[in-house]
Every structure is written in structure tokens, then in C-alpha cells.
């Protein structure tokens, strides 16, 4: 599977952005779906997964309450919704599709999108 991710961009603090992500093939319903982000020297982490039949959402601690993960089969996408937006969620923004494995794992998602730049301001 192939994997676009869209939608970053720049916006103040308190702000909003929805994410997007494209995947090529048929079989994106199989996979589960994860977001992941690196900022400046710090290491890619684990920001929201929507598990490949629904039944498990999860999100790190930091973006709780704040970001929502969704997708839709029908359209091969998922998203995330941000709301809230702080400085601290300044990052690059990678979409990730993978089978097995721990899913805040960033081992465990063999497809990785290219990523999308999000800088919020304070």
C-alpha cells in the first residue's frame, strides 16, 4: 500500500488542522492506520491509531481530547483532526499502515506515508 499524507501547514496556537491521508490499492481496510510525528531532534512518536475493523482508537497522552482519528474504507483515508493546537505540537506529521505488532510502535508499520509539516505559532 501507498500512502500520501496532506494538510499541514501553519496556524496560531489554539488553532485547527485536519490531516489527510491518501492510500493507493485495495485492501487500505485491512490495514490498521497510525499517525506518527518527529519535531527537530527528537525521535518519531507515536501520536493516534484507528485499528483495521474499528474496535480500538488510541492516542498519546499529549493529544487526548485534543486530536481525533477517523477513516473511511470507502474512500481509502484517514484522518486526524486537530483542535487545539499548541507549539509543542510543531512536528513533521507521518500517516503509517501496518498489521501486526505494537501499534505505538513505529516498528510495527511497514508503510510510511511522506509526511506533512505542521508549525503552530504562539
Known amino acids: 500500500v501507498q500512502l500520501q499524507a496532506f494538510g499541514g501547514g501553519l496556524v496560531q496556537a489554539g488553532g485547527s488542522l485536519r490531516l489527510s491521508c491518501a492510500a493507493s490499492g485495495r485492501t487500505f481496510s485491512t490495514y490498521d492506520m497510525g499517525w506518527f510525528r518527529q519535531a527537530p531532534g527528537k525521535e518519531r512518536e507515536f501520536v493516534a491509531r484507528?485499528?483495521?475493523?474499528?474496535?480500538?482508537?488510541d492516542y498519546a497522552d499529549p493529544v487526548k481530547a485534543r486530536f481525533t482519528i477517523s477513516r473511511d474504507n470507502a474512500k481509502n483515508t484517514a484522518y486526524l483532526q486537530m483542535n487545539s493546537l499548541k507549539p509543542e505540537d510543531t512536528a513533521v506529521y507521518y500517516c503509517a499502515a501496518g498489521q501486526n505488532g505494537r501499534y505505538d510502535y513505529a516498528e510495527s508499520y511497514p508503510y510510511w506515508g511522506q509526511g506533512t509539516q505542521v508549525t503552530v505559532s504562539s
Open positions: 484507528f485499528s483495521r475493523f474499528g474496535r480500538n482508537i
